[in-house]
């Protein structure tokens, strides 16, 4: 069937299943695997807008096909697709290889289409993208659903803002950069339906899954704003990053009617945990309170996670619990050290995070999860392992309950382009050792995650950094057996998966240079790889047998066709 718009999910690397590459923990605090086979919530966005004005769009995620099977042959699945544009996303960095190289499949096997590039990413290096023979076009910004509509409608390029373009004799246009909406509620409705309308019409669910093992944990997200009120220092979607790539200077938030109706929906098609998109509180205590209370009434039976940037008020947490039954709270603090939360944009105190931690399990908070990164300003090997302990301390002080997951890794693969750690990084302690969209994609098929770091600090090498992680993966395991929260057999496990992994980095080290002995190595990296992360294992939720409610979400949709049509339901 031909569409109007195609868009393709690519994996980190093409073709990762090819090359020896020893992944270690760089995806362990993600759903997905490491391939980063998840695609961005994006995709959904604008196949629902595109989707109401008539025009047939199709998500492809050949990642995760790929990930799925080893012989899946993603050239000849690329050769038979038909659209005039094709969008493939670069979010993240980490799709730096993978992205490009598909751009260069579409345009082998289908010269007349054009191939659009798109994401926080795409934005950043849209200079060096455009200019590649195999990319037409470049959509800057984080609220592109209208943009995309006037590109398919085949409105002139040059009237499209932030849209990067090539005249036919090769030179590069850069649209301003004039579109920054801070009204969105004509966005993300019911996206997560207009999924289940592509299962119907192209017959292809596996292509449109977000990530491996989706359907046993269909974990869901509802945004909450485009834009962000924080300025941590490493991160590519902060306030900071936010201005200095797409120019927007404040956070549009959703409106409560759009997120009530998200929230709504989604639960009607599955029982998983919805996640809502950053701190309902960036808009005001007030607004926040006031969608609660909203959300009281839909008595939702989805267990709802809400992230906290920050520790909240007791009678905060009071009014949360009131509305929702089942809720969880995830908050990452980075580290235990208050100077290291300081110089990495946070300023508040344990005692702030223990006093949530303890009304959040007094009022029946199904999972707290707290998240520890290495790899920050001002951090070093003896302060890592010293956070490592502070989460054995939380355990102790909350009597090994449960309900606690503490997480540690790398903050990996790379430093955010567009952060301040990456745009300043003298100022704040860190050393880039790569700089080039090129010199990304190359560093993505070293050996060894040692390769794809893009960062050193003042504090740690990058070698301190990978050694300290398996240390504190290692003590952490130990920690979280000693308190019953995960299996002595799990601890033994994983610690056996990272004495593997630092064993296979000394092997790869000694042959980097010779490419026939590392090959030979690939059956032993594969190995290593194959085993899933306890962080990862502990990030699944129990929903039951029935996990999603797709026969509720086809009823659904059904009513809503007879609606938009003038006709009527018996339900």
Request: hydrophobic letters at 35%; glycine letters at 6%; charged letters at 30%.
């Amino acid at each position: 069937m031909k569409c109007d718009l195609i868009l393709l999910h690519a994996p980190h690397v093409y073709d990762f299943r090819k090359m020896p590459l020893l992944y270690g923990p760089v995806s362990d605090l993600v759903p997905s695997t490491p391939a980063f086979e998840m695609y961005p919530m994006g995709f959904t966005s604008f196949a629902e807008f595109l989707g109401r004005y008539g025009y047939k769009v199709r998500i492809v995620n050949l990642a995760l096909r790929m990930v799925q099977d080893k012989k899946f042959d993603v050239e000849k699945y690329i050769s038979k697709l038909k659209a005039p544009l094709f969008g493939i996303d670069f979010h993240w960095l980490v799709h730096a290889n993978g992205s490009v190289a598909f751009s260069e499949i579409v345009k082998k096997y289908h010269p007349e289409s054009k191939v659009l590039f798109g994401g926080f990413s795409s934005t950043y290096f849209k200079d060096e993208l455009i200019r590649l023979p195999s990319i037409d076009y470049v959509l800057s910004g984080d609220s592109t659903e209208s943009l995309m509509k006037m590109l398919v409608e085949g409105k002139p390029l040059e009237t499209i803002p932030n849209l990067s373009w090539k005249k036919a004799d090769g030179t590069v246009v850069h649209n301003p950069m004039s579109f920054i909406p801070t009204d969105i509620s004509d966005i993300m409705h019911e996206h997560y339906e207009s999924m289940i309308k592509q299962v119907i019409k192209f017959k292809d669910f596996r292509s449109i899954m977000p990530f491996k093992g989706w359907l046993k944990q269909p974990e869901t997200c509802v945004f909450t704003c485009r834009g962000c009120d924080q300025y941590c220092v490493y991160c590519g979607g902060s306030k900071y990053a936010m201005k200095r790539l797409s120019g927007r200077t404040e956070t549009a938030y959703r409106t409560i009617d759009d997120m009530i109706n998200d929230i709504v929906h989604t639960s009607k098609i599955s029982k998983g945990q919805i996640a809502l998109e950053s701190d309902i509180r960036q808009a005001g205590v007030l607004h926040a309170e006031k969608f609660l209370e909203r959300l009281k009434k839909e008595k939702i039976q989805n267990q709802i996670m809400f992230e906290m940037f920050k520790p909240t008020t007791t009678e905060f947490l009071e009014k949360l619990a009131d509305a929702v039954p089942r809720f969880s709270i995830d908050i990452s603090p980075n580290s235990h050290d208050h100077e290291v939360r300081l110089a990495m944009g946070l300023n508040y105190s344990n005692e702030e995070l223990e006093l949530m931690i303890s009304d959040a399990l007094r009022l029946g908070c199904q999972r707290v999860e707290v998240f520890f990164m290495i790899g920050l300003p001002k951090q070093t090997k003896k302060n890592v392992m010293e956070t490592v302990e502070y989460c054995d301390y939380l355990l102790k002080k909350f009597n090994s309950d449960k309900r606690i997951f503490t997480y540690i890794g790398p903050l990996s693969p790379f430093l955010d382009p567009g952060s301040m750690g990456y745009e300043e990084p003298e100022i704040h302690g860190y050393k880039l050792l790569r700089t080039t969209l090129e010199d990304y994609r190359k560093a993505l098929t070293g050996p060894s995650w040692r390769y794809a770091l893009n960062y050193e600090t003042k504090w740690m090498t990058r070698d301190d950094i990978m050694d300290v992680t398996y240390d504190a993966i290692i003590r952490l395991m130990e920690i979280k057996a000693k308190h019953g929260l995960i299996t002595q057999e799990q601890a033994d496990q994983q610690i056996k998966r990272i004495e593997m992994t630092k064993a296979m980095e000394s092997e790869i080290e000694k042959v980097k240079d010779d490419p026939e002995k590392l090959m030979a190595l690939k059956d032993k990296i594969d190995d290593v790889n194959s085993f899933r992360s306890v962080q990862q294992s502990e990030m699944d939720i129990s929903y039951g047998l029935i996990k999603l409610r797709v026969f509720n979400g086809l009823i659904q949709l059904i009513k809503t066709e007879l609606h938009r049509r003038g006709g009527k339901s018996d339900g």
